[in-house]
């Protein structure tokens, strides 16, 4: 079955501790996503890449990194200095282009102890 | 900035009926998505209207787009229990040398009660 996974589901953080989120995809897609959602709200852009070795900063990518060493995975690392990270991250992966949707994995909830 | 904006931000109707949401944004596109959310999942692409298109169907599922008012409305019919989660409409944004990103808007949360 092609998809995205993203693990681990859920994911606790201690002050000053970096923490990693993975998001690994199987569809062969090029590009890849990373998004925030906090409650009620829409997904915000963090970071996109769209060829192996090479990425972009979104709209809020202060306080976050990403890697892109295989085009199958792209994990997030929320760094000490993201000072709210307790949100819902979506990773999402497509095909180059336009007109192509996205496809989303089930998301990892970040909560800080 | 956001893009494209939902309308309303809840929406609670009865099995049967039928369930109408808003999308506006703000500047010119090339195509507009719908997406839903089920509570505490990813998001699933819906469908997809480019702009010169005016209505698309599938399903239970039609899709307007009128780009001289910047708006775009989703109507699901013969609404069901199981349609119950949030609907974001995302439009087209930066392009660059490689492809384009989309903004998504807040989203609808809609409730089909049995």
């Known amino acids: 079955d092609g998809g995205i996974t993203q693990s681990p589901k859920y994911l606790f953080r201690k002050e000053g501790q970096n923490v990693t989120l993975s998001c690994e995809q199987n569809?062969?897609?090029?590009?890849m996503y990373w998004y925030r959602q906090d409650p009620g709200q829409g997904l915000r852009l963090i970071y996109y890449?769209?060829?192996?070795?090479?990425?972009q900063k979104g709209d809020i990518a202060e306080g976050y990194s990403v890697s892109r060493e295989k085009k199958e995975s792209f994990p997030l690392t929320v760094t000490s200095a993201q000072k709210n990270p307790t949100a819902f991250y979506l990773c999402?992966?497509?095909?180059?282009?336009?007109?192509?949707?996205?496809?989303f994995g089930d998301g990892t909830r970040l909560s800080i102890l | 900035s956001q893009q494209g904006e939902e309308d309303p931000q809840a929406l609670s109707i009865q099995e049967g009926e039928n369930a109408t949401m808003n999308c506006s944004y703000k500047?010119?596109?090339?195509?507009l998505q719908w997406y839903r959310q089920n509570s505490g999942r990813g998001l699933v692409h819906l469908i997809l209207?480019?702009?010169?298109?005016r209505e698309k169907h599938s399903g239970r599922l039609r899709v307007t787009l009128d780009t001289s008012k910047k708006s775009s409305s989703l109507l699901i019919t013969a609404s069901r229990a199981a349609d119950t989660a949030s609907y974001f409409c995302?439009?087209?944004?930066?392009?660059?040398?490689?492809?384009?990103?989309?903004?998504f808007g807040p989203g609808t949360r809609l409730s089909v009660l049995p």
């Open positions: 999402a992966s497509s095909m180059l282009g336009s007109n192509q949707p996205q496809h």
């Open positions: 569809l062969n897609h090029d590009a």
């Open positions: 890449s769209q060829i192996v070795n090479d990425f």
């Open positions: 500047t010119s596109i090339n195509n």
């Open positions: 209207i480019r702009s010169n298109e």
């Open positions: 995302a439009t087209d944004a930066t392009m660059n040398n490689y492809g384009q990103n989309f903004v």
